[in-house]
């Protein structure tokens, strides 16, 4: 009985141990391929690749219904003058439809066709329009794809975003909104032209707004207006150009560098006439170059009709008092232009209706409440030195534009008279652009 029971077990062990040894030689398989994914060159889908495909349109259900708000501003766009809006919303609405919940595929080419269409939308928006200077490149609107769909995806309430961004600032939507209540569905060639010149404002934050169409200035605290007054701006001879910047500084009690084109017309001319007999009446001095060593020079050392040949080869400066043209101050701005907002001594002009009448700078119809407005306190000088610069505390942005329309009091668009001729004429804009480089001068 015990050899029986002995042979038992020993059998057990031996077939219990054979699969286990089978087990032990069976090869393993091979571990599964890594999978790739190349980075995509669209640069949509690359947005989508870099944040790990995280949703914007599709997060939750709030966000799927703010998607159809993107289609809604899509067919509005032809007001914008974005003619391919309602194409794009078409696509739209035909993605939203296909992403049906557990379609994982659907789903996520519907988030590529949306932020693809309001990318698109976007861009249109932020082109800036031609012959705008920008004296500091953080200045221009930002247009990348990423930008725009991270700055959408922030937000808590995608659909008041999408609304924001597309009203771009108050004086854009304002324009807009009067269109649209004129009964207007398309942007015809003017309106085109004046939401254009109006897309390059801020949206919200302090800054000076100079409307070279109408000649005024407006000054914003938070995005709203705070004070308004009447400017003097370039005549349709010599137009102010459009202009983006920031002030950093005051200049009290201001030499005032004569232009290239009045030296031209006006100073030449008459020194070539009179000589210091014409210059010093006036507070002109011709001096010897622009940097800070320079020195006056006599009239009988200038050959003055080679200057009125080529204005562009000496400097003629205006010293300071009550006849200087940049009056007691003047609020300088980088741009390359020899263009200022200024004080002035002929408060004549600001009576007149169409106060296109300057030779290119803007004249302020009160330079001092400017002043304090920008620096917080009652502009003072100290002493009689001339060219005292006086820092702000912190930099304004000036936005100097052009437009020829606005909301009426019924809020229905009204139009003003075109001065340059600038409506569906993107070149003039660009024409005045140039008019105010001057190869010899630094930038203001």
Not at 224 to 252: C, E, F, N, R
Not at 335 to 347: C, M, V, W
Request: with cysteine.
């Amino acid at each position: 009985m015990k050899k029986l029971l002995l042979a038992t077990t020993m059998l057990g062990l031996i077939v219990g141990a054979a699969p286990a040894e089978a087990k032990k030689k069976k090869p393993l398989p091979p571990p599964p391929a890594p999978v790739v994914r190349v980075a995509p060159t669209d640069p949509v889908e690359l947005y989508y690749y870099q944040h790990a495909d995280a949703p914007i349109w599709f997060r939750s259900d709030a966000t799927r219904a703010a998607a159809t708000r993107l289609s809604a501003i899509l067919k509005r766009a032809p007001i914008d003058g974005f003619t391919a809006g309602p194409g794009l919303a078409a696509q739209v609405d035909a993605a939203i439809a296909a992403a049906t919940p557990g379609n994982a595929a659907a789903t996520k080419a519907a988030e590529f066709a949306l932020s693809k269409a309001w990318v698109s939308y976007m861009q249109f928006l932020r082109t800036p329009p031609k012959g705008v200077v920008y004296g500091y490149p953080i200045l221009q609107p930002q247009a990348r794809p990423d930008q725009i769909l991270l700055t959408t995806a922030a937000s808590a309430d995608l659909a008041a975003q999408l609304d924001k961004m597309a009203d771009v600032n108050p004086t854009y939507r304002g324009l807009r909104e009067a269109a649209l209540a004129s009964g207007m569905t398309a942007a015809d060639t003017s309106l085109a032209s004046n939401l254009e010149r109006a897309r390059f404002l801020p949206s919200t934050g302090r800054f000076v707004m100079v409307d070279i169409g109408n000649a005024t200035l407006t000054m914003y605290e938070g995005g709203q207006p705070v004070d308004k007054m009447k400017v003097v701006v370039g005549t349709p001879a010599l137009q102010t150009p459009m202009i983006a910047s920031i002030i950093h500084y005051v200049t009290l009690n201001p030499y005032w560098n004569v232009p290239p084109n009045l030296i031209h017309k006006v100073v030449a001319p008459g020194a070539l006439k009179g000589g210091d007999g014409y210059l010093k009446p006036r507070g002109y001095e011709v001096m010897s170059g622009w940097g800070p060593d320079a020195t006056v020079l006599p009239a009988s050392s200038v050959d003055w009709q080679k200057v009125i040949d080529n204005p562009e080869s000496i400097r003629v400066r205006q010293k300071p008092g009550l006849a200087n043209s940049m009056g007691r101050l003047k609020v300088p701005f980088p741009s390359g232009q020899d263009i200022y907002l200024h004080d002035t001594p002929s408060k004549d002009k600001f009576k007149e209706t169409d106060r296109h009448l300057s030779n290119g700078c803007i004249r302020l119809e009160d330079a001092r409440r400017f002043a304090r407005w920008l620096m917080g306190r009652e502009p003072a000088m100290s002493g009689s030195d001339p060219e005292q610069m006086v820092q702000l505390t912190q930099g304004v942005p000036v936005y100097l534009t052009y437009l020829t329309a606005e909301p009426g009091p019924d809020g229905k668009l009204v139009m003003r008279k075109d001065a340059y001729g600038w409506d569906g004429r993107p070149d003039l804009q660009l024409a005045a652009s140039t008019a105010y480089t001057s190869v010899a001068r630094p930038a203001p």
